[in-house]
């Protein structure tokens, strides 16, 4: 697969190795793009967010089932770290594994404002 040859859009799961917070290590981990498809076209950097199989912890974590998604499937019941944004670059995507519904990417939507208060 080529990796710089893939469109990204709003909602998608993507595979990607991730920094952790404390940047003590990189873990492979699936993100959803939440960057608008003009800036994923023009720039070689998405802005994602991280998918985890732990229980949420704060307010800002959404629950991510497969019946959440448009297309594709998650190994098992996850939650998306609305708090956690990352930058990546494109070329370090491994792969595309599905899509967020339009619903669930509307709830993300609404997390990101409650988070930053826009």
């Known amino acids: 697969m080529q990796k710089n040859s893939l469109n990204f859009e709003p909602g998608d799961i993507v595979v990607a190795d991730i920094l952790y917070s404390a940047q003590a290590g990189i873990k492979r981990r699936p993100v959803i793009v939440i960057s608008n498809a003009t800036h994923n076209k023009l720039s070689s950097n998405i802005i994602v967010l991280s998918i985890s199989s732990t229980p949420p912890k704060t307010n800002y974590d959404i629950k991510l089932t497969n019946q959440d998604l ?23 995507v491994s792969e595309k594994i599905g899509k967020i519904s339009k619903k669930k990417l509307q709830e993300v939507k609404q997390k990101l404002r409650e988070l930053y208060e826009l």
Do not use: Q, R, Y
């Open 70 to 92: 448009d297309n594709g499937k998650l190994k098992v019941d996850s939650k998306i770290l609305v708090d956690f944004p990352t930058t990546l670059e494109k070329a370090i």
